[in-house]
């Protein structure tokens, strides 16, 4: 049973106590107040311009509401298996559905399995109190997100450093995406951020930078890596100001 706890400014959504899966600012309900979400974010320097952004796990909304704002040409679809979660977008002042956002309750291996090439970027963010649903880890999962992507198109998957199959996850990605994974070396803590790129014919951008980041693990540090998600979060927030 999620939980939702207000201590002053701050609001938070908990699966198990002290488990604090988002965090939000009453004053600044757009912000993105955890690490793991501003490194999430990093899917923009892959495809700055997505037409289309499916994410898997409302939570508190907390990308969903900053690419919202931040990405005002942009479609957002949300998956989310939870009903409980979901009612409780007003609570975290999730818009409401739009022509732009749409959350669907129902499951994302299933959507996202009938859906080829009908995105530019995948944000898998999906837990329970349980950790993460086996069918989010499946082999077969990963091959139809990157099935789901268009050509050139980022899939930013946050995965538990310290969760058993971690390895076994990681190399899933791997082969599903045929090697094309990179990480930003400790961007953020215990969550392992992997991005992986459609690139059929290796020549697009996004493939290119691929391959940079894979070879320095970004920009090699982790206060680095932690520095550049903030300011890409700042320069996103920004530009349309």
């Given at each position: 049973?999620?939980?939702?706890?207000?201590?002053?400014?701050?609001?938070?959504?908990?699966?198990?106590?002290?488990?604090?899966?988002?965090?939000?600012?009453?004053?600044?309900?757009?912000?993105?107040?955890?690490?793991?979400?501003?490194?999430?974010?990093?899917?923009?320097?892959?495809?700055?311009?997505?037409?289309?952004?499916?994410?898997?796990?409302?939570?508190?909304?907390?990308?969903?509401?900053?690419?919202?704002?931040?990405?005002?040409?942009?479609?957002?679809?949300?998956?989310?298996?939870?009903?409980?979660?979901?009612?409780?977008?007003?609570?975290?002042?999730?818009?409401?559905?739009?022509?732009?956002?749409?959350?669907?309750?129902?499951?994302?291996?299933?959507?996202?399995?009938?859906?080829?090439?009908?995105?530019?970027?995948?944000?898998?963010?999906?837990?329970?109190?349980?950790?993460?649903?086996?069918?989010?880890?499946?082999?077969?999962?990963?091959?139809?997100?990157?099935?789901?992507?268009?050509?050139?198109?980022?899939?930013?998957?946050?995965?538990?450093?310290?969760?058993?199959?971690?390895?076994?996850?990681?190399?899933?990605?791997?082969?599903?995406?045929?090697?094309?994974?990179?990480?930003?070396?400790?961007?953020?803590g215990n969550n392992h951020l992997l991005f992986a790129v459609r690139a059929d014919d290796g020549g697009s951008r996004a493939a290119r930078l691929q391959e940079y980041v894979a070879r320095r693990r970004g920009l090699g540090f982790s206060f680095l890596n932690r520095l550049l998600a903030r300011a890409l979060v700042a320069w996103l927030a920004w530009r349309l100001v």
């Open positions: 049973m999620p939980r939702v706890r207000t201590h002053g400014n701050r609001r938070t959504l908990e699966f198990q106590p002290g488990d604090i899966q988002s965090e939000m600012l009453l004053s600044h309900p757009d912000h993105l107040v955890l690490e793991y979400a501003r490194a999430m974010m990093c899917f923009a320097l892959f495809a700055p311009h997505p037409r289309h952004i499916l994410m898997v796990g409302l939570g508190g909304g907390s990308l969903a509401k900053f690419c919202y704002r931040h990405f005002p040409q942009t479609r957002i679809t949300v998956l989310e298996i939870s009903a409980e979660v979901i009612s409780l977008r007003e609570a975290f002042k999730v818009p409401p559905d739009d022509a732009r956002l749409r959350i669907i309750h129902g499951d994302a291996a299933d959507y996202i399995r009938a859906a080829p090439a009908s995105c530019d970027v995948i944000l898998v963010d999906g837990f329970d109190a349980a950790g993460m649903p086996a069918a989010l880890g499946s082999a077969a999962f990963y091959r139809h997100c990157r099935q789901a992507l268009r050509e050139g198109g980022v899939l930013a998957a946050n995965i538990l450093s310290y969760d058993p199959s971690h390895d076994a996850l990681v190399g899933r990605i791997a082969r599903a995406f045929r090697g094309r994974v990179c990480d930003f070396a400790g961007i953020a």
